[in-house]
Each structure stands twice: as C-alpha cells, then as structure tokens.
C-alpha cells in the first residue's frame, strides 16, 4: 500500500522559512513524480512543485519560483519542499503526492496517491 506522509507545517511569520517533508513508502514504481499541492480554503487545489524519479528534473509553479526549492533523499525515500520568504498567501494546507506514470507535473488530476496534508499558516 503507497503511503504518504507529509510533517513540518507550521505556524511562520512573512519572511519566514519552513521545510516540509514528504516520506514515501509502500511502492515499486521506478518512473513517476512526487509533487507538492497546496489548497486554501475556498480555492481550488493548486501544484506547487514537483520532482522526477528518473532525473530528479524540478517544476515550480510561477508563484513560487525563486522562493521554494524541491528536493530528494532517495535513501530515505523523502521529498522535502523548503520554503524560504513566507507570504500570507502561502497560507494553504499542504500535500504531497505521487503521479505513478509521470505524466502529471504540477496537475493534481493527474496524480494517484496523496498524503494526509500539512497546515502552514503564514502570518503578516
């Protein structure tokens, strides 16, 4: 059974920095994507960023380029998503996610697994 289990929200004021963690398990799929997805109450869920087993290629939605950076531990079987100069609307519970056929980069449609989510509140 795929498990994802994301940790590190948390409560940050603008400006500040967070790392989530994405640990991954129960899976023997070699080509896929995990990626980062976030929804804030009353929008739609949106990518954030993604990351490629194959080559470790990174996507970033244009929101949060230049601010977050995706990364892999493949020892651990961890993504992590830093996430430097916190804005309030950042603010958004955040998950991670597995698209097993490396298809979907920042489409939440298109992925087949997801975590439970993490909240991260941003506060001016």
């Known amino acids: 059974e795929v498990q994802l289990v994301e940790s590190g929200g948390g409560l940050v004021q603008a400006g500040g920095s967070l790392r989530l963690s994405c640990a991954a398990s129960?899976?023997?799929?070699?080509?896929?994507?995990i990626g980062w997805f976030r929804q804030a109450p009353g929008k739609e869920r949106e990518g954030v960023s993604c990351i490629s087993s194959i080559d470790g290629s990174t996507y970033y939605a244009d929101s949060v380029k230049g601010r977050f950076t995706i990364s892999s531990d493949n020892t651990k079987n961890t993504v992590y998503l830093q996430m430097n100069s916190l804005k309030p609307e950042d603010t958004a519970v955040y998950y991670c996610a597995l698209d097993q056929y490396r298809v979907g980069k920042l489409r939440p449609e298109e992925y087949d697994y997801w975590g439970q989510g993490t909240q991260v509140t941003v506060s001016s």
């Open positions: 129960g899976f023997t799929f070699d080509d896929y994507y």
